[in-house]
């Protein structure tokens, strides 16, 4: 079924994605959201911030805010390896675009999404939101989850976010 303007619904999820590990689950990023990738490095703790948000760092003179994804995500807390990083995303804010970081267990590739291998959210009951995903990428036997990283941060998170930076 074609929505409005015309495309059917995995088209408009169709395009290059970045690919990252969060315990055994893969998920994406829409690569043009996505600044760049660098090593995990120190963190200037925020006091009085959820247990997701794990402070700002100093990217060249520009204070970006961290959040872990996995502790976002209701995942259980693992100790930072070689692996670790963080993504660097640009994320839609009420006073426009800004930067956070985020952290993953590891990245995996850039991958190109074709439409036909998209297929919508499924629905799992009224009481949980996944307004944030985009939708399941099927490649093979593995099933990709695709984020809205615009909407992975509620209003109320990226407000906090902005402010401590």
Do not use: W
Request: aromatic share 6%.
């Amino acid at each position: 079924m074609a929505d409005p303007g015309g495309l059917a619904p995995g088209e408009m999820k169709e395009g290059k994605y970045l690919t990252f590990h969060l315990a055994e689950e893969e998920f994406g990023i829409g690569i043009l959201k996505v600044k760049e990738i660098i090593g995990m490095m120190s963190f200037t703790p925020i006091p009085r911030t959820p247990e997701f948000v794990k402070g700002v760092i100093n990217l060249r003179g520009k204070v970006i805010p961290v959040i872990d994804l996995r502790l976002k995500f209701g995942m259980d807390s693992i100790a930072y390896d070689e692996r670790t990083c963080i993504v660097v995303a640009q994320v839609r804010a009420a006073e426009g675009a800004t930067s956070i970081g985020i952290v993953v267990d590891s990245v995996n590739e850039v991958a190109n999404v074709k439409a036909e291998e998209v297929e919508d959210t499924p629905s799992f009951g009224v009481s949980l939101d996944t307004a944030y995903i985009l939708g399941m990428a099927k490649t093979g036997e593995n099933v990709r989850i695709l984020l809205d990283i615009d909407r992975v941060l509620g209003e109320a998170d990226l407000d906090l976010l902005s402010r401590a930076a």
